[in-house]
């Protein structure tokens, strides 16, 4: 699997972003999919995660209520929407997919995407 992460920009607090991640060569369908980020000099954080059939996602405490992820299985897509961008979301955003025993843990994803930076200015 392949996963092409696209989306990522400067913006200002307040301004919205649309991440997208095409995936090729896999099983898209049936794996769970999400992001996770990676502030400068800290550890890579879960973000949000979506199952295969994309009726159950979960999301951190730290955007829940601003983003949105959702997935197109007929395109093999994976998107987060995110609203009402804060300084704290600037970081390096990284799309996964896999089959996760723990959703929110970055080893349990067996595919990532080179990553998307984005950064959020006052």
């Known amino acids: 699997v392949q996963l092409q992460a696209s989306g990522g920009g400067l913006v200002q607090a307040g301004d919205s972003l649309r991440l997208s991640c095409a995936a090729s060569?896999?099983?898209?369908?049936?794996?769970?999919g999400g992001w996770f980020r990676q502030p400068a000099g800290k550890e890579r954080e879960f973000v949000a995660s979506?199952?295969?059939?994309?009726?159950?996602?979960d999301y951190s405490d730290s955007v829940k209520g601003r983003f949105t992820i959702t997935r197109d299985n007929a395109k093999n897509t994976i998107d987060l929407q995110m609203n009402r961008l804060k300084l704290d979301d600037t970081g390096v955003y990284y799309c996964?997919?896999?089959?996760?025993?723990?959703?929110?843990?970055?080893?349990?994803?067996?595919?990532w995407g080179q990553g998307t930076q984005v950064t959020v200015s006052s």
């Open positions: 060569g896999g099983l898209f369908s049936r794996s769970a």
């Open positions: 979506i199952r295969w059939a994309g009726g159950s996602v």
């Open positions: 996964v997919m896999g089959f996760p025993g723990y959703y929110d843990s970055p080893a349990d994803y067996d595919h």
